[in-house]
């Protein structure tokens, strides 16, 4: 078992920064990945970023790129997201999780075994 904890969600305008943190604890060591999906409501879960923990890279989702950036503390076990440059589109529920199998489809929700439960993050225009 793995779990997760998200923190750092808030209200912030239109340019401003936020940084999110997923604490991971549990068998951390089965862990191969971890990514952020949000949630807008009313709208489908969507990719945001991944980490790979072999240290092989990330990735983004398009609308982030250029904006976003994943990072981890390895002795910590903990990801961050920094956000920048953050639009009113970015408002959404912000989730971590991991994949603890390597399946490889890294930009889709359900290759991920478990999840945190969430930072709300809103961006005001």
């Known amino acids: 078992q793995v779990q997760l904890v998200e923190s750092g969600g808030g209200l912030v305008q239109a340019g401003g920064s936020l940084r999110l943190s997923c604490t991971t604890s549990?068998?951390?060591?089965?862990?191969?990945?971890t990514a952020w999906f949000r949630q807008a409501p009313g709208k489908e879960r969507e990719f945001v970023s991944v980490?790979?923990?072999?240290?092989?890279?990330?990735n983004y989702g398009d609308s982030v790129k250029g904006r976003f950036a994943v990072s981890r503390d390895t002795i910590k076990n903990t990801i961050f997201l920094q956000m920048n440059s953050l639009k009113p589109e970015d408002t959404a529920v912000y989730y971590c999780?991991?994949?603890?199998?390597?399946?490889?489809?890294?930009?889709?929700?359900?290759?991920?075994?478990?999840w945190g439960q969430g930072t709300q993050v809103t961006v005001s225009s």
């Open positions: 980490i790979r923990w072999d240290g092989s890279g990330t």
């Open positions: 999780a991991a994949d603890v199998y390597g399946r490889g489809y890294y930009d889709r929700d359900y290759e991920y075994d478990f």
């Open positions: 549990g068998r951390t060591v089965s862990i191969f990945a």
